[in-house]
């Protein structure tokens, strides 16, 4: 699916307005929303989701997990989108299109922002999906209240700002730098200071590090400088 919602009434794919979440409180009052709410409601799972911590110009990414149920299942919504064709033209090829609804952010997850998504515990994901159900906001507020009980049990750590894909990107800070090449390196002296340049690639070392781990905020700090 294509992230960001495009209802079926829309004439281009993309919008002046973000449609990659759906805020809990207003959704059913959004056309571009109210719809999907209806009959098209859906549940993205995924392991874990990375969320930023600002403070001053410095960004700071953490991966979230739910360490007892071992899975997330967000609530989202989905809707089939094709771009007009004329009468007897060839027909423009469907595109699925989702989003995921949002909410005021409780438990670990509000110490790094304010919102988060809305997290289904397992009892729950039949009736948010279930198209004999129409849903409106009162279907809404139930699973933001249920979502209650995930929020307060996550487990948060920060990790470093990488691109690509591999495990590294949700390995804790501390673990990331022990294991690069210049962790394992610099082990055994006292103090790391890392130069980093416009692309977020380390240059050089000034200083030995005896502890990468208990130098984290100062490793990422840099990264994200």
């Not at 007892?68 to 007897?88: K, Q, T």
């Amino acid at each position: 699916a294509r992230w960001s919602l495009v209802p079926r009434w829309a004439t281009e794919l993309t919008s002046k307005y973000p449609t990659f979440n759906a805020r809990s409180e207003t959704v059913h009052e959004k056309s571009t929303f109210k719809n999907a709410l209806v009959r098209s409601r859906a549940i993205l799972p995924a392991d874990g989701y990375y969320e930023w911590h600002t403070v001053g110009s410095t960004k700071t990414p953490h991966y979230i997990t739910d360490p007892e149920a071992g899975e997330l299942a967000f609530a989202g919504l989905y809707s089939w989108w094709r771009a007009p064709f004329p009468e007897g033209g060839t027909p423009t090829p469907w595109v699925l299109t989702a989003t995921m609804l949002t909410r005021e952010a409780h438990g670990p997850a509000a110490s790094i922002h304010d919102r988060a998504p809305v997290m289904l515990p397992r009892e729950v994901w039949d009736e948010w999906l279930d198209p004999t159900v129409e849903g409106d906001q009162d279907l809404v507020e139930m699973v933001v209240h249920e979502s209650e009980a995930v929020l307060e049990r996550l487990e948060l750590h920060p990790v470093a700002p990488l691109t690509g894909d591999g495990p590294q990107l949700i390995e804790p800070i501390g673990a990331w730098v022990e294991k690069s090449m210049y962790g394992k390196k610099y082990m055994g002296i006292a103090r790391a200071t890392f130069i980093v340049d416009s692309k977020g690639k380390i240059e050089k070392v000034w200083e030995k590090v005896a502890k990468p781990e208990n130098h984290a905020t100062e490793v990422l700090a840099a990264l994200a400088g």
